[in-house]
């Protein structure tokens, strides 16, 4: 059985990719990112100079670099699609499928399972075009099936505050968009916030967004307005009312926020 | 019905790039993507714009691959912020290639494919640093007649205006040269849009004059490579912007037409490109130098004589006319007197180091590198020797110059040649002639180059779609890798000169060396190595110490506390001597640190880089649990450097006493892990400019026992 034409260049290069992403996984990107990585990157490089694979390699900085969750996951996914839709052979088109399944076992790629039945078949047809034609419309495929897919399970986005003499000032512009987590806005002492919120994207006249306290809750809609909310608990969130419709596209933005009498 | 089946398979591009373009913008709606207003439109609308430019010809590989790239991501936008980053990067890198493929039309098609871009330019780069100024100068030309810009910039609104500038001068003399201003100035009427549509005008004509040298330089498709010149960074980064960079380029690419043809036609050129470069902006000085230099070293022997003799007298006249009629507005005021040229004697010796190392910045630096953000940069380094072998008066043409315009870049502007916080290689723009002439000696040629030219058009299309990212602000994360990973992961990603690390600047300057050799000898080869380039910086950035810098931590981490200085515009740390990084300043009692304890460790070790600014030292407490150890701490004054006291002409000169010019001080504490996090906080209320100003935090587990 005849090896792979592994050139002396390439093989540095992955074992060199190898060890650097080794290192970078080490910093905090989990066993299965790893896996599907390695697997993938093994793959992908079996065939030097198709760009398929090279994108495949790149597919893969992200969950190196410390995004995780649903994000990686769908990084490592794409990249075992693109080498299933490379011209590497069967071997090393089945390796990528593998190392794609490895994300969808960790449960982490919600919303891409039809992605999932894509990758097996394309993996496996003989020609390269018609597995490049199947991948893209699996991908096409995804929001007609269950949506868009989303972020795993996210903590509140913390908005960064200023103290200031006995007011606290939250620094702005941050939006929520769909698929972010909502802001949360620590208080130092049971009061009353201010925040100056901006809303759109939307083609109705109903709430975008929420502003919720532990004692009240007040709908954001469309337009600019400054909304005085009063909470005792210590913290105020700003959350999207509003998830993924076509021809939406919902935000709120949070201009700033503070305690006192600052305008 | 068959005209039309004649005209669809006559202008099959077209039309692939009109559905291309329709298909985009129907997916961002149907898929709720974000900034469906600008973005949304734009980038569509360019596509089929640069589809009109294609006409007849094919669509390029490059833009299916990134059509291709676009489908795959866009359904995935709301996974991760990078991925709609990348979706939105892929449509503006498509349009791109097809626009690029289209310029390599001819003349008419070079213009139009630039003009192309024109709208997505116009609209959404923020019109800021020195774009303001010109405009400003350029309403005072024209409507008061004077140049002093600090009472204009209200012609389209009354509230805008701009304030006196570093190095503006009193009585009414701006920073900036008139020249640019009074290029720009038709387009006055239409306010800063009208001025940039001028500017970017000005950059089609600088393209074509581009095409015409690299014609001469044997490159067998000019008029793509001088749109790929201009549509790639950093050429990108100030196209159709008031920035005078691309006029400069075009008024050398004139002088080297001119010095190439010969004759009267090509003497009247040069002579006009020598004269109007220092009149455009007195950097682009050494240039006129250069193109002079070449023009003596072709001349004859007698002839030689003759224009240095000329050439002196020219001069001469010059600055007497600029001492005697423009009062010195020109030269005199700001160079032709002690203090400056102290500066440049004593300045120049100290930094000595930086201005040697400012070459590897300039291409490997996280913030201003040309290579990280425009990997065709290394064919442009690799084909330097092939153009010399090949087309050696061309090589001298625009070498001198360039060679003459570095040196003076660097030597005279030490702390400030990479000129952030404006758009990442601005002042690279005059090198670009010859980088672009020497780059397709090699990307010509079958089988190479086509990975660099891919890589670039994506990061030019990151650029293109969301404009804000060119700008880096000095602090040691680039601001498109953060946007990508996070600005912790991005740190170690690039090697910083803000931050600096041996060993990982090290690495990157082998792997540029790795990429340029690859480009000139083995373009097969050049996928693997980028990766391999790739993974050896990224490698070399993981083995740096763990740890957090201040100004980096998330708000989960800070409670309170606030960046120094406030404003992220980094000139006023240009001139601190402790450091030029943004710190973060601790001041009020409720403002604390929190990060986690390493999974495992018995006990930790905190590390602390920072500056302690108070009358009677600053009291610090560092709490893990319920152990608590309290510390006070008090830096001093860094010593002021030689070279201050050589131009003050006094040997004890203090320092200003504030932050930026405090001494970065260590401190460390062992604690036992009694709980899941460590916190650091100021244990009274500071007054500033007193407190706590934290550069770096480590947290180290000690005697780990599982």
């Known amino acids: 059985m005849r090896m792979p034409a592994f050139s002396r260049v390439p093989l540095a290069a992955l074992l060199a990719s190898a060890a650097g992403a080794a290192l970078l996984a080490l910093r905090g990107a989990e066993w299965q990112l790893w896996a599907g990585w390695g697997i993938a990157a093994a793959a992908a490089l079996s065939r030097e100079r198709d760009p398929w694979c090279l994108a495949a390699c790149v597919a893969l900085v992200l969950p190196q670099a410390g995004v995780g969750g649903t994000a990686a996951s769908a990084a490592v996914a794409l990249s075992a699609g693109m080498v299933a839709g490379s011209r590497a052979g069967l071997a090393a088109r089945t390796a990528a499928l593998a190392g794609g399944l490895v994300v969808f076992l960790d449960g982490r790629a919600g919303g891409l399972s039809i992605w999932l039945a894509v990758l097996a078949v394309a993996a496996v047809l003989p020609r390269a075009g018609a597995r490049r034609a199947l991948l893209l419309a699996g991908m096409a495929a995804v929001p007609l099936a269950g949506g868009l897919p989303g972020p795993s399970s996210q903590q509140a986005r913390v908005v960064q505050e200023r103290y200031g003499e006995g007011e606290t000032v939250w620094e702005g512009p941050v939006s929520v968009r769909v698929g972010e987590p909502e802001l949360l806005l620590r208080c130092r002492e049971p009061g009353t916030v201010f925040l100056d919120l901006g809303a759109g994207g939307v083609r109705d006249e109903g709430p975008v967004g929420l502003v919720v306290t532990d004692r009240m809750a007040l709908p954001v809609t469309s337009g600019r307005e400054t909304l005085q909310v009063r909470q005792t608990s210590g913290w105020v969130m700003v959350t999207l009312e509003r998830g993924y419709t076509p021809r939406t596209h919902p935000v709120v933005h949070l201009f700033g926020a503070w305690t006192g009498d600052r305008p | ?706």
């Open chain 2, 1 to 706: 019905m068959g005209a039309a089946r004649r005209l669809a398979a006559g202008h099959r591009g077209l039309l692939l790039s009109l559905c291309a373009g329709a298909g985009i913008f129907l997916a961002w709606r149907v898929l709720g993507m974000p900034l469906p207003g600008a973005p949304g439109r734009l980038i569509p609308l360019t596509w089929a714009l640069a589809g009109v430019v294609l006409w007849d010809r094919r669509l390029p590989p490059a833009a299916i691959i990134f059509l291709c790239a676009f489908a795959v991501l866009a359904p995935l936008w709301a996974v991760h912020r990078a991925v709609f980053l990348l979706a939105g990067a892929s449509a503006a890198a498509g349009a791109l290639a097809v626009a690029a493929e289209g310029a390599s039309g001819g003349r008419l098609r070079l213009v139009l494919a630039l003009l192309a871009l024109g709208p997505v330019i116009l609209a959404t780069v923020p019109f800021t640093g020195d774009e303001p100024h010109y405009a400003a100068l350029s309403e005072s030309i024209v409507v008061d007649r004077d140049l002093d810009e600090t009472d204009n910039l209200h012609y389209r609104d009354r509230t805008a205006g701009v304030s006196r500038q570093t190095a503006s001068l009193s009585g009414g003399v701006s920073h900036h040269q008139p020249l640019m201003s009074l290029l720009v100035a038709p387009g006055l009427p239409l306010g800063a849009a009208g001025m940039r549509a001028v500017s970017l005008a000005m950059a089609a004509a600088a393209s074509l004059l581009l095409a015409g040298v690299l014609r001469r330089s044997g490159c067998s498709r000019p008029f793509r490579a001088a749109f790929l010149a201009c549509a790639l960074m950093p050429g990108l980064g100030i196209l159709g912007t008031l920035y005078p960079g691309w006029v400069a380029a075009g008024l050398l690419c004139l002088g080297v037409w001119g010095g190439l043809r010969g004759g009267r036609a090509g003497a009247w050129a040069l002579a006009a490109a020598v004269l109007l470069m220092p009149l455009l902006k007195l950097r682009f000085a050494p240039l006129s130098a250069g193109l002079f230099a070449a023009l003596v070293l072709y001349s004859a022997p007698g002839r030689r004589k003759r224009l240095l003799v000329w050439a002196a007298v020219l001069l001469a006249a010059v600055l007497a006319a600029d001492r005697g009629v423009l009062g010195g507005r020109l030269f005199w005021i700001r160079y032709g007197n002690v203090d400056a040229l102290l500066v440049l004697m004593h300045r120049t010796r100290a930094a000595a180091g930086s201005i040697a190392s400012a070459p590897l910045a300039a291409l490997v630096d996280a913030e201003v590198g040309l290579l990280p953000r425009a990997p065709w940069i290394a064919a442009g380094l690799a084909g330097l020797g092939t153009l010399w072998r090949r087309r050696r008066r061309v090589a001298v043409w625009l070498g001198l110059p360039a060679a003459a315009y570095l040196v003076v870049l660097f030597v005279w502007l030490p702390q400030t040649w990479h000129s952030m916080p404006t758009p990442a290689g601005r002042l690279m723009v005059p090198v670009l002639p010859l980088l672009a002439a020497s780059a397709w000696q090699l990307l010509d040629r079958r089988g190479g180059g086509s990975v660099l030219i891919t890589a670039s058009l994506a990061a030019a299309g990151a650029y293109v779609f969301s404009p804000g990212l060119r700008f880096n602000l000095a602090d040691g994360t680039d601001a498109l890798l953060s946007a990508l990973m996070g600005p912790r992961a991005a740190a170690a990603a690039l090697p910083s000169m803000i931050r600096p690390d041996a060993l990982h600047m090290a690495a990157a300057a082998a792997a540029a060396a790795a990429l340029v050799w690859a480009a000139a000898s083995r373009p097969k080869r050049l996928p693997a190595v980028l990766l391999l380039s790739a993974a050896l910086v990224g490698g070399a950035g993981a083995l740096a110490p763990d740890g957090w810098e201040a100004e980096d931590l998330e708000p989960a981490m800070r409670r309170g506390c606030r960046l120094y200085p406030l404003s992220p515009d980094p000139l006023a740390r240009y001139f601190w001597f402790g450091g030029q990084q943004r710190l973060l300043r601790m001041g009020h009692a409720d403002d604390l640190i929190r990060l986690p304890v390493p999974e495992g460790a018995d006990s930790v070790r905190v590390g602390i880089v920072a500056r302690a600014m108070g009358e009677d030292g600053v009291p610090v407490a560092v709490e893990c649990g319920g152990d608590t150890v309290h510390m006070s701490l008090r830096t001093g004054l860094v010593e002021a450097p030689a070279w201050v006291g050589g131009i003050r002409r006094r040997r004890d000169v203090r320092v200003a006493a504030e932050p930026g010019n405090l001494a970065d001080t260590a401190a460390a504490a062992v604690l036992a892990a009694g709980a899941d996090s460590v916190s650091v906080r100021v244990e009274r209320t500071l007054q500033p400019p007193e407190g706590l100003y934290l550069d770096r935090i480590m947290v180290e587990g000690v005697g780990c026992s599982r």
